[in-house]
């Protein structure tokens, strides 16, 4: 979206020049129903939930690709990034055991792609205080203060570790004026246009737009106001940890690629290899630099059972989504 000062018109948009449209056909889903432009004709949902999504984005796909047959014998990979970290593993686990049990046409799942994705709300969060350590965000003192007094756990704290309160309190004065989601970007008071965050409120007007819902083919009556993140809308967490998803799908072969922007403070790189690093498969294609114009673009790692991980560098996961 070009980065205009908003003056009441329509926002424009601008052709991105790697696009993965340019090679693949994709569909874009809004889930929970209610979230987006999603909605139900038919029926009201019980309270959605992590489990409960990856049954229904799986009935989605065989309606969708009931009615859609031409493209039912494609390569078919799921694809998300941040929450969905949780969700996406559950859903290609759900595909494949529609697959093996029940339904036609099969979908052709051939594996599943995840930016920066939250996969054990553990390991994700006590991975950001080394992560701020290797950035330069706090002092190594004060590193090596909370990793003799935390012993790695700096969430779930124990009431009684004072020491580790005091020291893990520092740490929030140290960091909480950084922008988490990229951390060479600056923490915006108001939406500029040299705040990151500022395309959002463009996508807001954008996606509010009469002639964009008209062109999107809208059903006017589906939903009220386009909200970015509806967080409203009631959900049961029922995941906790995406990892039991992970080992199902690749004992069942599927391919899979997990790569973080290398400057995400919110779900840090750290975290993802520590996950990745705990399944204990064996490395295939050991750590080098991947290239775009001659230039490294980030690093990558292959393992044994097919999963990729990568790295972007100075980036965040969603610029990629």
């Known amino acids: 979206m070009k980065l205009d000062v908003y003056n009441g018109t ?42 409960g999504e990856a049954k229904r984005i799986h009935e989605f796909l065989q309606k969708w690709l009931g009615k859609h047959q031409v493209f039912s014998s494609n390569p078919f990979y799921v694809a998300g990034d941040s929450y969905s970290g949780l969700v996406v593993p559950a859903t290609v686990q759900e595909i494949s055991k529609g697959n093996y049990e029940c339904c036609n046409p099969p979908i052709n799942l051939q594996g599943y792609v995840l930016g920066n994705p939250l996969t054990d709300y553990t390991t994700g969060s006590n991975s950001r205080i080394p992560f701020a350590h290797g950035m330069a965000l706090i002092s190594d003192e004060l590193y090596e203060s909370l990793k003799k007094t ?38 915006c008071e108001t939406e500029t246009p040299d705040c990151y965050i500022y ?17 999107l083919q809208i059903n006017k009556e589906s939903i009220g106001e386009w909200v970015r993140c509806y967080y409203s809308i009631p959900y049961n967490n029922d995941i906790k940890s995406s990892m039991p998803y992970h080992v199902n799908n690749s004992i069942s072969g599927y391919r899979s690629l997990i790569y973080s922007g290398d400057h995400d403070f919110e779900v840090p790189y750290l975290g993802t290899q520590a ?28 393992y044994a059972n097919k999963m990729t991980f990568a790295t972007i560098k100075a980036s965040l996961s969603f610029f990629l989504t």
């Open 150 to 187: 935390c012993k790695g756990e700096y969430t779930n704290v124990h009431p009684r570790n004072t020491q580790c309160l005091k020291f893990v309190e520092e740490f929030n004065k140290c960091t909480n004026r950084i922008f988490q989601q990229l951390i060479l970007d600056p923490l």
């Open 10 to 51: 329509l926002p424009s948009l601008v052709s991105t020049t790697y696009s993965w449209t340019k090679t693949s056909s994709i569909i874009f889903l809004d889930q929970p129903v209610g979230t987006g432009f999603s909605y139900s004709r038919t029926q009201q949902f019980n309270k959605p939930s992590d489990s």
């Open 275 to 302: 996950w990745i690093r705990s399944l204990n498969y064996s490395i295939i294609d050991d750590w080098r630099p991947w290239m775009v114009k001659n230039q490294i673009a980030g690093y990558t790692r292959t």
């Open 199 to 215: 395309r959002y409120l463009l996508t807001t007007y954008w996606a509010n737009d009469a002639t964009v819902r008209e062109a």
